[in-house]
T-cell receptor, first 114, second 114 residues
Framework: DAGITQSPRHKVTETGTPVTLRCHQT?????MYWYRQDPGHGLRLIHY???????DKGEVSDGYSVSRSKTEDFLLTLESATSSQTSVYFCASRSSGTNTGELFFGEGSRLTVL | LAKTTQPISMDSYEGQEVNITCSHN???????ITWYQQFPSQGPRFIIQ???TKVTNEVASLFIPADRKSSTLSLPRVSLSDTAVYYC???????????????FGKGTHLIIQP
């Protein structure tokens, strides 16, 4: 499996506080993605990155920002967390050179906003 | 982006063959069909990918008819450990760092009983 880790794995915070989730990959993958997963909604794409400092919005980007200053790290920031952002967040990466476009996922970060 | 439709849930028994069908009526010429598997509290994992006809690997087969408007994931002789959510994705996987082909939807919850 690709070396992709997320931190923190669990976090409880209060409404209005900033939160940053970190995704770290050791595979030198060019592309990285942040998803959220909620009951009844499946996985929804928040933001993605196609290279260092190159990012774009996914289908549910409101309230989230991302940054990618190094190939291996992709940060997801909630500037002011709300209860609707309580979710499980998954990071994924993929190489530009594979013939399947296979996504490799982290183990997820469970965020609870009280 | 091609929209996909899958059954919300399916039940089967150990030792049976399970077929999960995905509909994608507006699939484009350059689109590939990819299936992922997700266990509780884990990120999705790539199972198989195909473009047309039949693809087989060590865990599954993928059947794609000539019109490519649907596809069927076949799991031979399932066991209890195959209980998971299965996602069908359709998109142009080689389009670079975009988000095409990365919409997961709600998936099919497969439950295997003894």
């Amino acid at each position: 499996d690709a070396g992709i880790t997320q931190s923190p794995r669990h976090k409880v915070t209060e409404t209005g506080t900033p939160v940053t989730l970190r995704c770290h990959q050791t595979e030198n993958h060019r592309y990285m993605y942040w998803y959220r997963q909620d009951p009844g909604h499946g996985l929804r794409l928040i933001h993605y990155s196609y290279g260092v400092k190159d990012t774009d919005k996914g289908e549910v980007s409101d309230g989230y920002s991302v940054s990618r200053s190094k190939t291996e790290d992709f940060l997801l920031t909630l500037e002011s967390a709300t209860s609707s952002q309580t979710s499980v967040y998954f990071c994924a990466s993929r190489s530009s050179g594979t013939n399947t476009g296979e996504l490799f996922f982290g183990e997820g970060s469970r965020l609870t906003v009280l | 982006l091609a929209k996909t439709t899958q059954p919300i849930s399916m039940d089967s028994y150990e030792g049976q063959e399970v077929n999960i069908t995905c509909s994608h009526n507006n699939i484009a010429t350059n689109d590939y069909i990819t299936w992922y598997q997700q266990f509780p509290s884990q990120g999705p994992r790539f199972i198989i990918q195909g473009y047309k006809t039949k693809v087989t690997n060590e865990v599954a087969s993928l059947f794609i008819p000539a019109d490519r408007k649907s596809s069927t994931l076949s799991l031979p002789r399932v066991s209890l450990s195959d209980t998971a959510v299965y996602y069908c994705l359709v998109g142009e996987m080689y389009s670079g760092g975009g988000a095409d082909g990365l919409t997961f939807g709600k998936g099919t919850h497969l439950i295997i009983q003894p």
